[in-house]
């Protein structure tokens, strides 16, 4: 009985989140004439001419390539930077470790809307405004905090002694690294990985201010010109399916490592 009290309202908000998607999905093979008369019901047909219209007249194409240069920029940089700091700290110990390590977390607690004026005009300084290049650094800088503080996690549950044999065998505190800490806490980094790519995928408040022309759109930022567009044009069909284009990738790859992720978070906020 107590289950069952616990599964309804699991249910219903289950349904209410799948709804909208399923929605979604079925009206972007619809006509906008089959939208407009029965905006509930199935498609008579898999029509893909909505994916083909957003494909070439709206550039979606270029947007996808847009953003998964960003996700994928953006996620490398933020492990190349955020392994190193989270091994100093958890296991080099030195004077201000625990200070850096504090500071990193309480920026976790900074809301990211007050760094965008001062960013903004920090890559106009640096001639970096409308490049995704300088959009996927201002991602990977910032999810650093949540980066370091899952990572230094996982490797405070790394025996010492194993770094203590690989010191003996010759290894250099880089070699360690490498070769002993990574691959031991690849749990771990692949859980901040997932979570980063998905978070720079669906951003777009940023995006919005540092990119300027179409050409170097992300594919929020497209979906929001259709969305504008659909207004006066009608292109609702064509809105549907960008947003297919956009959501399914993401719901793919939670789907294939939603345990890994669930388990990842687990261990870390278990061992750590």
């Not at 070439?56 to 492990?79: K, P, R, W």
């Not at 930077?81 to 625990?98: D, K, M, V």
């Amino acid at each position: 009985m107590k289950r069952t009290g616990i599964r309804i309202p699991l249910v219903l908000w289950s349904l209410a989140v799948l709804y909208p998607i399923i929605w979604m999905f079925i009206g972007s093979f619809k006509s906008n004439g089959e939208i407009y008369a029965n905006p509930w019901g199935l498609p008579k047909s898999l029509n893909l001419e909505n994916f083909t219209t957003a494909w070439t007249e709206y550039n979606i194409d270029t947007s996808v390539f847009n953003s998964l240069i960003v996700t994928v920029v953006g996620a490398l940089l933020t492990l190349v930077l955020a392994i190193p700091t989270a091994y100093a700290i958890e296991r080099l110990r030195f004077r201000g470790s625990q200070l850096l390590f504090t500071l990193y977390v309480s920026a976790m607690m900074i809301p990211m809307v007050l760094g965008w004026i001062p960013l903004f005009f920090l890559l106009a300084r640096f001639n970096m405004l409308d490049n995704i290049y300088g959009l996927a650094i201002v991602y990977a800088v910032s999810q650093l905090p949540f980066t370091i503080f899952v990572l230094t996690s996982f490797m405070s549950t790394i025996p010492k002694s194993l770094e203590e044999s690989a010191a003996i065998d010759g290894l250099s505190p880089y070699g360690v690294l490498l070769k002993i800490i990574t691959p031991l806490s690849m749990s771990g980094i692949i859980t901040v990985t997932i979570m980063n790519a998905i978070q720079f995928w669906n951003e777009y408040f940023m995006a919005l201010i540092f990119l300027q022309t179409e050409e170097n759109y992300t594919l929020a930022l497209a979906i929001d010109f259709i969305s504008s567009e659909a207004q006066y044009t009608n292109a609702w069909g064509t809105l549907f399916a960008s947003l297919t284009i956009a959501i399914v990738p993401v719901i793919i790859l939670y789907a294939i490592f939603q345990q890994r992720i669930a388990k990842g978070m687990t261990e870390g906020a278990i061992k750590g």
